[in-house]
């Protein structure tokens, strides 16, 4: 079987890009698959953030991740704080991590930006989120487009310790998924959906109510020439319209293109897809917000089961380079 690893931050609610560019191959990956998901409550750090509020959207974040399908009896489901090789082997790897590499990822440009102060951790995540893939011997990381330079810098890294020190990793490939692998801002469609970036209009959240959703659409921003093609250049909004209506009822953007030639009914067709996608996730996730012990539980276990896994890698890592061992 596989190693399956990705992971999620607690930076605010999970949204239709996570679920179409991310999750909904996490739960598929989770039967074919060894899978860890990891709610990555230590990148969420690298940005302000309301103090105090991190252990709530964390658990928040992990239930909302089972109602979408995860089972935490067939996948390993944690918190990365919750097992500390992360940020041991974080450091290892920031070590083997250059400042120009870390320079050139496109995330960090766009996240600094226009910010007031910008921290050396949101510079250097990406190096800790290397970390977090190489400590469970991953084969395969699914992510949305946005994370592809991560995962290739990630397997430079990785194939650099091994140069140095011998093999010690495994190194892994993105799978970035056909459909929904970039879904947009429905009111800025040259910018992705984003958590922390996207207005209320922009953004799709997995327990928005079903009319709210409808309205999103009907409220997409398209363009003005008036015909449906996909064509991300001059009609961004559009293609982004497609994609999302191709990746919720499983046909292929091209499919899906042909068969409109007005914004109205695509719109309309595209909020009422997306409603059905979220219909049984949001029956699901009021259910586990009732019980938030039973989500708490699911994370311990899984951090335990994390944890041996890590703790090996770790060790190994660690022999390679040389350190002197605790005993
Ligand atoms: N718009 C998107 N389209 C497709 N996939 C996406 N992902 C994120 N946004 C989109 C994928 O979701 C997974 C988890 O992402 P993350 O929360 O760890 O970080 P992110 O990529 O930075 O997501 P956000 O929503 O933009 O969060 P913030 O605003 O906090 O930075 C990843 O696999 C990602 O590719």
Known sequence: M??????????????LGNLLGAVRNWVEDQHRADSFYCVVDLHA??????????????????AALLACGLDPEVCTLFVQSHVPEHTSLGWIMQCTTSFGELRRMTQFKDKSQGQESVSAGLFSYPALQAADILLYDTDQVPVGEDQRQHIELT????????????????VPAATIPRAGARVMDLQQPER????STSGDAGIVRLDDDPAVVVKKFKRAVTDSLGEVRL?????????NLLSILAASTGRSPEEVAGAYDQYGPL????GEAVVELLRPIQERLGELRSDPGAVAEALRRGADKAGGVAA????????SIGLLPRR
């Not at 596989?2 to 949204?15: D, K, N, Y």
């Not at 750090?45 to 992990?62: H, Y």
């Not at 397997?155 to 495994?170: I, Q």
């Not at 992705?192 to 958590?195: A, E, F, L, V």
Request: net charge negative; no cysteine; proline share 7%.
């Open 2 to 15: 596989p190693r399956v690893f990705s992971g999620i931050q607690p930076t605010g609610e999970l949204h």
């Open 312 to 319: 090996e890698v770790l060790e190994r890592a660690e022999r």
């Open 155 to 170: 397997r430079d890294v990785a194939e650099r310790f091994n140069a140095r020190y011998g093999d010690t990793f495994v």
């Open 192 to 195: 992705k959906m984003s958590k």
């Open 45 to 62: 750090l690298t940005v302000p953030g309301e103090p105090g509020a991190l252990g709530r959207q964390t658990l928040d974040l992990a």
């Open 231 to 239: 064509d991300v250049d001059h009609q961004p909004g559009v293609t």
């Open 267 to 270: 719109k309309a067709d595209t």
